[in-house]
């Protein structure tokens, strides 16, 4: 089975940058579209960016133009460069993967990584 670990979050000040990584182990048969969403305290997981195989992106309107969402198929890996930063951005962010079996697909998440925008 595929696993999916993050890092790079932290705490950095408004209009700051952070850069997270998505490393995808256990990779047999391939990933298709990979994911970055987000989860803010008492609200509902959004999906902040998306991409495809390919390289067709995805994104939510609050992070056009800050947000870039890219990846590395050889080596399975995902990352989100976040630049100007505000305290909205303000969550817990997860790695989402749609990756493939013998069996067809199924949909893995990472543990996620806090993301801290303040001054």
């Known amino acids: 089975q595929v696993q999916l670990v993050e890092s790079g979050g932290g705490l950095v000040q408004p209009g700051g940058s952070l850069r997270l990584s998505c490393a995808a182990s256990?990779?047999?048969?391939?990933?298709?579209?990979m994911g970055w969403y987000r989860q803010a305290p008492g609200k509902q997981r959004e999906l902040v960016a998306d991409i495809t195989y390919g390289g067709s992106t995805v994104y939510a309107d609050s992070v056009k133009g800050r947000f870039t969402i890219s990846r590395d198929n050889v080596n399975n890996t995902m990352y989100l460069q976040m630049n100007s930063l505000k305290p909205e951005d303000t969550a817990v962010y997860y790695c989402?993967?749609?990756?493939?079996?013998?069996?067809?697909?199924?949909?893995?998440w990472g543990q996620g990584t806090q993301v801290s925008v303040s001054s």
């Open positions: 256990g990779v047999i048969f391939g990933i298709n579209d």
């Open positions: 989402n993967a749609l990756a493939t079996n013998a069996l067809g697909q199924y949909d893995v």
